[in-house]
Structure formats: C-alpha cells, structure tokens
C-alpha cells in the first residue's frame, strides 16, 4: 500500500524559506511521480511542482519558478520542496500526491495522481 507523510509547514513571514517533506512507501520500483499541490480557502487545488523519481524531470509552476526547487533522495524514498522567497499568496494547505508508473506528460495536474498524503499547512505573514 503506497502512502505519503507530508511534513514541515509553519508560519513563516513574508521573505522566508521553508521546506517540506514528503515522505513515500509501499512503491516496489522507482518509477513514479511525485507531486506537490497547494490548496488555499476558497480557491481551487494547484499543481506547484512535481518530480519524475526515474528520470529526475522537473516541473514548476509559473508562479513559482525561481522560489521553490524539488528534490528527491531516493535511497531514503523523501522528495523535497524548498521554498525561498515566500509571500503571503503562498499561504495554503500544502499536499504531496504520488502515481505510479511515472507520468512522462504534464505533472502538475491533481487529478492525474491516485495516491496524496495528509497536507502541511503553510502561512505566510505580510
């Protein structure tokens, strides 16, 4: 059974880093995706970044290029998400979701995921 921890939010002011953790299990090879999501009050669930475990391929969002970087270390099956740079529109319920085989198209897309972890809020103070 695959499951996600995700972990590390906090409140952090406006021009801070963070960075959040996704903890995976149950995959049996490396070949899929990792995804990290963000939700905020009343808006709808986007895709923020999100990382082929096989082929180490990256994606970002426009709104975050530049401020966050992914990572993985897979000996210890963790994917990473730092954030620099934060502001206060980043503020949201952050979420890491994973699929299995590795998508080989556009990654940010919530609905191509089966399996999320619980969500670590992120606030960001102005």
């Known amino acids: 059974e695959v499951q996600l921890q995700a972990s590390g939010g906090g409140l952090v002011q406006a021009g801070g880093s963070l960075r959040l953790s996704c903890a995976a299990s149950?995959?049996?090879?490396?070949?899929?995706?990792i995804g990290w999501f963000r939700q905020a009050p009343g808006k709808e669930r986007e895709g923020v970044s999100c990382i082929n475990i096989s082929d180490g391929t990256l994606e970002y969002a426009d709104s975050v290029k530049g401020r966050f970087t992914i990572s993985s270390d897979n000996a210890k099956n963790m994917v990473y998400l730092q954030m620099n740079s934060l502001k206060p529109e980043d503020t949201a319920v952050y979420y890491c979701a994973a699929v299995g085989p590795a998508l080989n198209y556009y990654c940010l897309g919530y609905l191509g995921y089966d399996y999320w972890g619980q969500g670590t809020q992120v606030t960001v103070s102005s």
């Open positions: 149950g995959f049996t090879k490396d070949d899929y995706t």
